[in-house]
T-cell receptor, first 109, second 112 residues
């Protein structure tokens, strides 16, 4: 079967750095997406990785290792508005997105 | 309209009733999707459409049907609602199947 694993919940301090991990086992791989979802709202796109390595976009970076079936999302200089759920999703061989259950990130002052 | 819209925002429905959730996008995206999101579970794909006139089944299609008569609209119909269909439903669209998806605001459906 297909499986995406991410921690259920993480807590971090305002101004700090946090890394949210995602491991996957899917039938094929055509890219990995990270989305942010604030409570009661729709998911919004953060990043896309299809090749190994680090993609940096402002305070957010995403890393991919295809051989290890592993990705992480790195958030720097955390702000209170970063409190949200972070969803990892893999595009499988049929070009369908397989979603993890999400990691709820709690930021404390 | 800017982006992708869904209607209604929320609905309480008696079991056995028929219900259509509406979704419209104005981005001229080829692909559209319907997901349900339940607490503790990831988004699960119900049905999708890669282009107008075509549809496909996702992970959890039973009890749902869709149509894609044109590029902009992608309605989801529950023929005879059951309590297990209580969920938040998100419609999404993308330029192609390997592009980022844009999500509508969601419909919160309760089936009693």
């Amino acid at each position: 079967g297909q499986n995406i694993d991410q921690p259920t919940e993480m807590t971090a301090t305002e101004g700090a750095i946090v890394q949210i991990n995602c491991t996957y086992q899917t039938s094929g791989f055509n890219g990995l997406f990270w989305y942010q979802q604030h409570a009661g709202e729709a998911p919004t796109f953060l990043s896309y990785n299809v090749l190994d390595g680090l993609e940096e976009k402002g305070r957010f970076s995403s890393f991919l290792s295809r051989s290890k079936g592993y990705s992480y999302l790195l958030l720097k200089e955390l702000q209170m508005k970063d409190s949200a759920s972070y969803l990892c999703a893999v595009l499988d061989s049929n070009y369908q997105l397989i979603w993890g259950a999400g990691t709820k990130l709690i930021i404390k002052p | 309209i800017a982006g992708i819209t869904q209607a209604p925002t929320s609905q309480i429905l008696a079991a056995g009733r028929r219900m259509t959730l509406r979704c419209t996008q104005d981005m001229r995206h080829n692909a559209m999707y319907w997901y349900r999101q339940d607490l503790g579970l990831g988004l699960r794909l119900i049905h999708y459409s890669n282009t107008a006139g075509t549809t496909g089944k996702g992970e959890v299609p039973d009890g749902y049907s869709v149509s894609r008569a044109n590029t902009d609209d992608f309605p989801l119909t529950l023929a005879s609602a059951v309590p297990s269909q209580t969920s938040v439903y998100f419609c999404a669209s993308s330029r192609g199947s390997d592009n980022e998806q844009f999500f509508g605001p969601g419909t919160r459906l309760t089936v009693l």
